[in-house]
């Protein structure tokens, strides 16, 4: 079975840096990718960024944070991160990772998420 497990999340001030972890277990992806999405209360989930698990990692980013924030992998350990720096308030939200094994499909698994919050 599938496990997405997010680490790394908290209360933070405005300008600080976090980074965040996916450690997934029960499975060695190789193809397709992960991703991290969050959702701020009130609001809908929104993608963040995404990684290919093969190739030359591939990365995509939603527009408003390409240049905050970077997602990287480690295939040795199945897990990927995301650096997030100069954070501001509106960043606050509970951060997901999910993973799919075709690029372009739903995606089949998903961890419980991580609350970040920045305080100004």
Known sequence: QVQLVESGGGLVRAGDSLRLSCAA???TFSSG???WFRQAP??????VARITWSGGSTTYYTNSLKGRF???RDNAKNTVYLQMNSLSPEDTAVYYCAART???GA???WGQGT???VSS
Not at 42 to 47: H, I, L, N, P, T
């Open 115 to 117: 609350q970040v919050t």
């Open 33 to 35: 990718d992960m991703a």
């Open 107 to 109: 995606y089949d698994f």
């Open 42 to 47: 009130g609001k809908e989930r929104e993608f």
């Open 102 to 104: 075709v690029v372009g």
């Open 70 to 72: 970077t997602i990287s």
């Open 25 to 27: 277990s029960g499975r």
